[in-house]
């Protein structure tokens, strides 16, 4: 465990919360005693960052706001002294339309719902469980373009999701890499969801930025995530923290796991029984 922390990088959906859910008060207690003694708290997702994000503190009942965000896995960054750190380029249309004309055999064959984020693109293909509980979620409507990828890739976009079961995720995955490979990374952020985005770009080199931004060594961080792409959050981080609900994979490459998941407040827990009470700055 790190001896002082002086910033804390988490993933959201099934780390800090369940889908959609709201912060667990103890967690939101843990944060408020962190945040109080100096400690920055950041959020570190694969969605695109808006404005719902960027009040996501307020959002929570939090008394202060996030000091910063790392979106798109890495591909968007920013934190309250700089505004704006760091954006990734926009995956081109032409490219777009060779993965997805590649893809088509599957998506057709299995009807995986597809759809992209970034850049204002909306589009989606096969709007059907998760993707339509993703746009409910998120208060959003999707542009359907099922069947037409000509009129799906009429605007460049950060990333490529395919949302299917963990059998077809396996498909695409075999299809996918050998081909491309070299170029982009295909990463899964939920069973039978996996996105299509650069390689080079990931919540740990987007963690790095910020932390070198703000003069902060990466071992003085700690991280929280549960998924596959959380992965390189983790290890960038001084100490990488998986939930117990996490995968297998995270679990594995992870420095520690929590004994409670996120339902229960799992990250919240951590802090106070691995940091806070340690270091006499927990007073319940």
């Known amino acids: 465990m790190i001896k002082k922390i002086k910033a804390i990088a988490a993933d959201i959906d099934m780390t800090l919360t369940a889908k959609g859910g709201d912060l667990p008060e103890i967690t939101k207690k843990a944060f408020d005693a962190m945040h109080e003694n100096g400690v920055l708290i950041g959020l570190a997702t694969g969605r695109e960052l808006n404005d719902r994000l960027y009040n996501q503190g307020a959002e929570w ?13 890495g591909g968007m960054l920013w934190d309250r002294f700089h505004g704006n750190v760091w954006n990734m380029d926009l995956m081109s249309m032409d490219t777009m339309k060779e993965i997805l004309y590649f893809m088509k055999p599957i998506v057709d064959e299995y009807e995986v719902s597809v759809n992209v984020e970034g850049g204002g693109n909306h589009a989606a293909m096969n709007i059907k469980g998760e993707l339509f509980a993703s746009m409910k979620r998120r208060g959003w409507k999707f542009d359907d373009f099922t ?7 009429s605007k460049p976009c950060y990333k490529i999701l395919f949302r299917t079961t963990p059998d077809v995720e396996k498909l695409i995955r075999e299809k996918f890499t050998p081909v491309y490979g070299d170029r982009f990374q295909i990463i899964s952020t939920f069973p039978g969801t996996v996105e299509v985005m650069d390689k080079n770009v990931t919540k740990g080199t987007g963690l790095a930025k910020i932390a070198a931004a703000n003069n902060i060594s990466m071992d ?16 960038a981080a001084g100490w990488g923290v998986c939930l117990a609900n996490g995968s297998d994979g995270t679990k594995a490459i992870a420095d520690d796991v929590t004994e409670q998941d996120c339902f229960a407040g799992g990250a919240g827990i951590y802090l106070i029984e691995k940091y806070l009470k340690p270091n006499g700055l927990w007073n319940e």
């Open 147 to 153: 069947g037409d990828i000509e009129g799906f890739c």
């Open 61 to 73: 009942g939090l008394s202060y706001p996030m000091d910063f965000l790392i979106g798109m896995n």
């Open 220 to 235: 003085e961080v700690i991280a929280f995530g549960d998924n596959e792409n959380d992965n390189p959050l983790l290890t």
